[in-house]
C-alpha cells in the first residue's frame, strides 16, 4: 500500500495507468490518467460538438465509456486510442443530433466531410523522407500548394509567415498545405504503381 | 520509419502556448508541422482554437472537469459518508432525547420537580417558621418580613416569549389537591386578602367577552404565609412554554394570555402551583412551603436523593428550639438594656457527629450581639445529623 502511494507520486505512464487499471479496476487509477488528457479531451468535443455544454457532457460519457472500453481492449497507445473514442463519440452524438432535428447540411459540409475523410487516413505519410523523390509532382500542384508546400516544408515557415508573405488567409494555408499534402502522396503512389 | 518515432508529440501545453500567441515562429512551425501529421494534434489544436475564439477559457473548464471526475473516482469516501451520518443522526437523537427528558421533568403532572429534589430540605419545611427560614445556602432571600401590600402596579419590566394559539378548550383547573388547599390558607392568613384568582372574579377585575381574546395577565407571587414577596419565581405558560420571572417585588406580567389556559408557578422549596387563566386580569398566587412533598409516594431513586439531602436538626423540634432562642435573646436583652437592637444572620456549620462549628456573622450584625447569638446556640446543644459530612446552614436571631 505504501509503495502504491508512493510510486504514484512518481511519473507513471500512461501505459502504466492502464495496466493498473486493467489489473485492480481501481476508478482512481482510470481518474487520474483521464484527467491528465482532458484537456484534449475537452477541446476534441468542442471542435465536433461546437458547444460548450455538449463538450463538457461528452468529457464525462466519454470517461463512462472508457470504464468498460479500457476493460475490453488491449490499448497500447492511450492518447491517440482516447482520441479516436473521443473523435467517433462525437461523431456518432453528430449523427444522432442530425436524426432528431433533421438537419443534413452538418453532414454535407466540407468540415464534416474532411474529418470523416480523415478518419480512413491513419498512416502518416513523411514528406521529408521522400525528399528527393517528390519529382514533377510538386510541379503539378495547384499554385496556391505549391506555394505554401515550398514555403512551410522547404524554408520552415509559419502559416502566421506564409499568410504575410503570400496575403493567403491563415486557415487557407492550413487548407493548401493538407491538399497538397494529400495529392503529393497520390501523385507519388501513381508513380510507384504506374 | 525511424523518423517518425523521433516526432515528439506537442503537450496541451505547449499547444495552448500556440493558441495564446506566445510562441516564436520556428515554434510555431514545429506544432504546425505535428498538427498536419497526426490527427489528434490537430483536432486538440483546432478545438483550442475554437474555444479561444468563443472566449471559453478551456482551462478553467478542464479544471473544473477534473473536479468532477475526481468526485465520480472517490470510492473511499462511500465507506465514511454513512459512518457520518449515523454519528450526526445519534447526536440527534441523542440532544432531542436530553430535551424531551428535560420537559418531562418540568411538567406539573410529574409530582416532584427537579429543583426541588435538589434543594429542598423536607424536615425544614415541615415546621416552616417565618422569621428563621433556613434556605440552602445557594438560595439567599430577601430577609425582613415586613408584612407587604399584596398588590401594587406590577412593573412592565418583565420579558415574554409568547405565541398567540388558542387553547384546547379542555383544558381545566387539574392542579394536585394540595396546590389546592394551600390557596386557601394562603388567603385565610392575610389580613387584607389578597384576591385569589380561582375565586369567582370579583367585582374590580377586568372581564373579558371571549375566550379567544388574549390579555395581560398581571400578578403578584407571594408566600402564602408569611405574605413576603416572592421574586424570582418562574411563571411559566403551559403549552406555549414560556415563562417569565417575578421582579423583586414579586410582581409579574404576561402579556397575550387567555382564558382557560394554564400557567404554573414555581419556586425552589415551595409548592408550585397551577392556575387556570379566568377573567381576572390581576391575580396573586399564594405559594406555601412544599411541606406536602414527603407525603408524597416517592420512587426509591428519589427517596434516596432526598434522604441525602436532609438537613440535620436542632437538638428540640424546630418550634421549642426556636421558642428557646427567642427567651434567651430576650433575657440577653433584658441583662444588656443600652445594646443596640438587631438580628444576626448567623451562618454554621453542623458536624457529622452533631457539633456546631464555623460561625459566621453573615448580615454583618453588631459584634456583640453575634457573639451573644454564637453563645446562645452552643449552649443550645449538639444537633441529630444523619449526614456523613459537614452541612453548612445558617439562622436568623432577632434581638429585639
Partial sequence: MFLKLFRRKETQTDADFVSEYRRTGDLADLGELYQRHIDMVFAVSFKYLRDEDDAKDAVMQIFEQLVEDLKKHEVHHFKSWLHTLTRNYCLIQLRNKRMIIGDESIFESESYESFVAD??????????????????CLENL????????????????????????????????????QNGKRNLKLCMEGKQHG | M???????????????????????????????????????????LEGLLLLKKAHID??????????????????????????YYVSAAAVVVAIGLGWWWTLRLNEPQNAI????????????????????????????????PTHSKPITKPKLSTKVLSKQENIAAHQS???????????????????????????AAPAQSRLLPEESVSFTLKGNIIDAETQEKIPGATIRVEVEDTSVKSDPQGNFVLPHVQRRQKIEVSFPDFESQQYVVGDTGEITIGLSKSNSLAKRPLPAARAQAMQRLQEPIPPKPWKEY??????????FIQQNPQIERGKVLVGFMVENDGKLSRFENLNQADARLFEEAVRIMEAGGKWKSTLTFSYKMQIEIDFD
Avoid at chain 2, 478551456?58 to 459512518?83: C, G, H, M, W, Y
Avoid at chain 2, 383547573?173 to 375565586?199: G, V
Fill in chain 1, 119 to 136: 478518419t480512413t487516413e491513419n498512416e502518416v505519410w513523411e514528406v521529408e523522407s521522400r525528399w528527393n523523390d517528390l519529382g514533377d
Fill in chain 1, 142 to 177: 495547384a499554385l496556391e500548394q505549391r506555394k505554401s508546400v515550398e514555403l512551410f516544408y522547404y524554408q520552415k515557415l509559419c502559416y502566421q509567415q506564409i499568410a504575410e508573405q503570400t496575403g493567403y488567409a491563415i486557415q487557407k494555408v492550413k487548407s493548401y498545405l
Fill in chain 2, 2 to 44: 525511424a523518423r517518425q518515432k523521433k516526432q515528439i508529440q506537442p503537450s496541451v501545453e505547449q499547444l495552448q502556448k500556440y493558441v495564446a500567441g506566445e510562441m516564436s515562429f520556428e515554434e510555431q512551425h514545429e506544432i504546425e508541422k505535428a498538427a498536419l501529421q497526426n490527427q489528434q494534434v490537430d483536432d486538440t
Fill in chain 2, 58 to 83: 478551456s482551462e478553467a473548464v478542464a479544471n473544473e472537469l477534473r473536479k468532477v471526475v475526481r468526485q465520480r473516482t472517490r470510492k473511499n469516501d462511500f465507506k465514511i459518508i454513512p459512518f
Fill in chain 2, 113 to 144: 420537580k427537579y429543583e426541588e429534589i435538589a434543594t429542598t430540605s423536607p424536615e425544614s419545611k415541615a415546621q416552616p417558621i417565618p422569621q428563621t427560614s433556613t434556605p440552602p445556602e445557594e438560595f439567599v432571600r430577601v430577609p425582613p
Fill in chain 2, 173 to 199: 383547573l387539574s392542579s394536585e389537591p394540595d396546590d389546592l388547599a394551600a390557596l386557601p390558607q394562603a388567603t385565610s392568613a392575610t389580613e387584607k386578602p389578597p384576591r385569589i384568582a380561582s375565586a
Fill in chain 2, 322 to 331: 426556636k421558642a428557646d432562642l427567642k427567651k434567651a435573646t430576650e433575657t
